[in-house]
């Protein structure tokens, strides 16, 4: 007769675990050729035969965007080239950023996943999208946001590659430009989401997306720089991974330029934005907070600073005429994200580097704990099983 132990270890070999119901794909912090930021692109295949591209992740655009073998001033040197696949197919010839290209059927290979028949968008033209030093744009899905054409998430929900219409977002913000061994940490999980290993926090905090213009669009109702307030009515606040800075209205960035400059003793012009620190991001800054109605949000001092070659940058900006803020790669660093399409919604949870280390560690130790366990039952196991034989008694079975 089997002891609960051996009855245990038969029932955990008779069922396996269900598939995943989403995948994770590694982001590669790469330098920005024109800015000492870090910007966050997957690796990824287009084509039959395969052609490898490095795609810039970005939250703000609405198309998985290449260039084209046939644009010869396009800034990257990988281009697809459409008539060398025989799962290419055309649709339609368009514009993109003032650009001519042409819209396309093709397939794409993220990591271990492979993604038939997704709109691909081959520009035959330089266009300014934003992607420079790239091979091209891989975009976090909005359909359901804003119609168009169906992005990653939207295609692999449809081919039953996920089960949920959301995907999650952490930038690690440990490695820097100037760091000679900077190897991602960073991770783009489609179709589900892992809180626990990046943040301490027991759930998300839902904001709700505006979606009157497509865009992972947040209403930003108060914020506050050393209890100056830096709006007077309610914007709108665009979470875009593409962006480095803080984008905020003139009369914000004036209030936060002018409040830095004087808590540093500096001797600013209204254009200064870097000047001399070797010792690091300056001590004593407060942090900017910003609130999402009753969702308190803080970006530090190192998220809106960055130490390049023994200098500070800001980074902070301003479009003229503009009153949109920009949640760009800064916000996300303090941020894991979690982008919910159907319930139109974005979840934010602090990530804290010391708790995210520690979840790691704890994730692993309880890996190891459940390795070990199962395995002294596969040796009690096999104990009983040469005890009974030795006993001239039947061999123990799982059945």
């Known amino acids: 007769m089997a002891t609960p132990l051996i009855s245990l270890l038969c029932l955990h070999l008779a069922y396996s675990l269900p598939p995943p119901s989403g995948y994770s794909l590694n982001l590669n912090n790469e330098e920005n050729v024109l800015s000492p930021q870090l910007r966050y692109e997957v690796l990824a295949a287009l084509g039959t035969p395969a052609q490898s591209f490095s795609l810039l992740l970005d939250t703000a655009l609405s198309v998985l965007v290449v260039n084209d073998a046939q644009c010869w001033d396009c800034p990257s040197s990988q281009r697809f080239n459409r008539s060398a696949s025989r799962s290419y197919q055309p649709v339609e010839r368009m514009e993109i950023g003032g650009a001519a290209a042409e819209l396309g059927l093709e397939e794409v290979v993220l990591g271990s996943m492979r993604v038939l028949n997704q709109t691909v968008v081959s520009v ?22 804003s119609p168009g054409s169906p992005n990653i998430v939207s295609t692999m929900l449809e081919q039953g590659l996920i089960s949920a219409p959301v995907f999650a977002v952490y930038f690690d913000n440990r490695y820097t430009p100037n760091d000679p061994d900077r190897s991602s940490q960073s991770v783009l999980s489609l179709g589900y989401w892992n809180l626990s290993a990046y943040s301490s926090a027991s759930d998300f905090m839902y904001v709700p997306v505006n979606t009157s213009r497509g865009l992972w669009e947040l209403t930003l109702t108060t914020a506050f720089f050393e209890e100056k307030p830096l709006i007077t009515t309610p914007q709108s606040a665009i979470i875009d991974s593409t962006e480095n800075r803080l984008m905020v209205p003139e009369a914000s960035y004036r209030i936060l330029h002018s409040t830095i400059c004087n808590k540093l003793s500096l001797r600013c012009k209204d254009t200064t934005s870097k000047w001399n620190c070797k010792t690091g991001v300056p001590t004593g800054l407060p942090d900017i907070t910003m609130h999402f109605g009753d969702i308190e949000t803080r970006l530090t001092p190192e998220n809106y600073i960055d130490v390049w070659s023994g200098q500070c940058h800001l980074r902070l900006g301003y479009r003229e005429g503009s009153q949109d803020w920009v949640l760009g790669t800064g916000f996300m660093h303090e941020y894991y994200m979690l982008f919910d399409l159907q319930g139109k919604r974005v979840g934010l949870a602090r990530v804290e580097q010391e708790e995210r280390q520690w979840g790691v560690v704890l994730t692993l130790f309880g890996m190891g704990l459940i390795v070990l366990v199962f395995g002294v039952m596969a040796y009690v196991v096999r104990v009983k099983l040469a005890k009974d034989k030795s006993m001239g008694e039947p061999l123990l079975t799982c059945g």
Do not use: T
Request: glycine share 18%; hydrophobic share 35%.
């Open 124 to 145: 035959w033209e330089s266009a300014d999208l934003g992607y420079d030093g790239a091979d091209g744009v891989l975009v976090s899905d909005r359909k359901g946001l």
